[in-house]
């Protein structure tokens, strides 16, 4: 069964105090591994694509990685406007070669000034 | 460029009663999807169009959800009728591309539903 689990479910640092969130997936015909960040009472914004073992990608004080089971988002030297929940979602061959998406339950991140 | 934009942002309703949601994609994505989130639980996919066609709709929990998509633009989701359990945050979301290539989802802000 296709399945996203995001450890851990919430993550508190002070400001500067780098961490890592972790996405594990088993999918069976992963087409890409998504990050998504989200604010309270707004919906998911896009950060990252991965598509391949290895892959890196950063933005800011963020940078996602990809292996064949797992992805991290890595956080160095986070601010307090970092604070937000972040979503991991894998992208899979859907019905009719059409791509799915599951999502994992996220991380919420908390930085503190 | 505009967003995925969603109507209305927050419903509260009674059992029993009628919610449509309204949906409107980036334009030019003729990927349309629409997915729940159930507090505590993660984001769930519901069902997909490509332009005005229902692709996939594996994920609808049961008849009393129909959506629709036409001329290929907005979309609509009703409940009819609303039970508590479909009390939520509904999502929609928008792609560019089709079917066996690389895609990128794109969020509207979500429409809260309440059901007392």
């Known amino acids: 069964e296709d399945q996203v689990t995001q450890s851990p479910e919430a993550l508190r640092l002070q400001e500067g105090e780098s961490s890592s969130l972790n996405c594990s997936y088993t999918v069976s015909g992963l087409r890409g591994l998504f990050w998504y960040r989200q604010d309270p009472g707004k919906g998911p914004e896009f950060l990252f694509t991965l598509y391949s073992a290895g892959e890196e990608k950063e933005k800011e004080r963020l940078k996602a990685t990809l292996t064949k089971k797992e992805s991290f988002l890595h956080i160095t030297a986070p601010k307090p406007e970092d604070s937000a929940t972040y979503l991991c979602a894998v992208q899979a061959v859907g019905l009719d070669n059409f791509n799915k998406f599951y999502f994992g339950s996220g991380t919420k991140l908390n930085v503190k000034p | 460029e505009a967003g995925v934009t969603q109507f209305p942002s927050h419903s509260v309703i009674e059992k029993g009663q009628t919610v449509t949601l309204r949906c409107d994609p980036i334009s030019g994505h003729d990927n349309l999807y629409w997915y729940r989130r159930v507090m505590g639980k993660e984001i769930k996919f519901l069902l997909h169009?490509?332009?005005?066609?229902?692709?996939?709709e594996s994920g609808m929990p049961n008849n009393r959800f129909l959506a629709e998509r036409t001329g290929g633009t907005y979309s609509t989701l009703k409940v009819q009728p609303a039970e508590l359990e479909d009390s939520g945050v509904y999502f929609c979301a928008s792609s560019l591309r089709t079917s066996g290539s690389r895609d990128t989802q794109y969020f509207g802000p979500g429409t809260r539903l309440t059901v007392l």
């Open positions: 169009f490509v332009k005005e066609s229902k692709q996939d």
